[in-house]
């Protein structure tokens, strides 16, 4: 081929290249792409997978492996191990108020903890139900945060964002309305009761005698701070009442003790002269 032509020949095939390279760049860019979207929907899966199991885990009080994690619920996806315990513990820790903790960081074994310090007889009860934890602890945190006693019409402000109406049914906390105003009220975790000569009626949340006594307005207030990806300080007020609270239950529990303390020693007292007397006769 004459040296003329053969120079344009190669430079029509250097143009064709640098047209060719461009579209086969953007073709791996979109098969990357891709492929990373299809694995990020597989962790996804993961993760609901995992929240399932950790479930099925509480309800069975069983403790909970890093060993049985990886082969029955991670399996294939070893390197995100970290990512999907981790998502899956807030699911828990948010939606049904469980604390992933681990109790052996050797063997790395964990089990769940719920946040209420609920009574032995309603674990029983409810051993087979899912935690209604995490609402109750949204709920509590409303009412605390807005002075200890809340209108109805704010409750269902917060729960609506949440995904929470009145009269549809939730696909894991059933109907809500019956939940917060029937069932945690006869259980005692809140009063929901008429605001006085409210007309047309109007009603209002508070804490129940259970609230009180199986939780704190601390445990409340760094639920709902965890919530806004704040930290409690960032209420100043509310953290305050939280700390007083803090304070109260301990001398409360200090005084009890004492009480305990003092009756076990006069018992003591009254046997050993009840025993002396009889020695004598």
Known sequence: MPRGKNSKHRARERRHQAQVEPQNLGLQRATSTSTESIQRGNIDEKVVIMVYYLLYKYNMKELISKAEMLREVIQMYRNHYLEILQRAAEHMEMIF???LKE?????HIYILVNKMEVSCDAR?????EIPKTGLLMAVLGVIFMHGNCVSEER???TLNVMGLFSGRKHFIFGEPKKLITKDLVQQKYLVYRQVA???PPCYEFLWGSRAHAETTKMKVLEFTAKIHNMVPTAFPSLYEEALRDEEERAQARALAKARVAALAKARSSAIAKSSSRSKRV
């Open 124 to 128: 029983l009860l409810n051993r087979i």
């Open 197 to 199: 000569n409210s007309d």
């Open 155 to 157: 409750v269902w402000q």
């Open 103 to 107: 109790v052996d960081p050797y063997r």
């Open 97 to 99: 108020g469980l604390d």
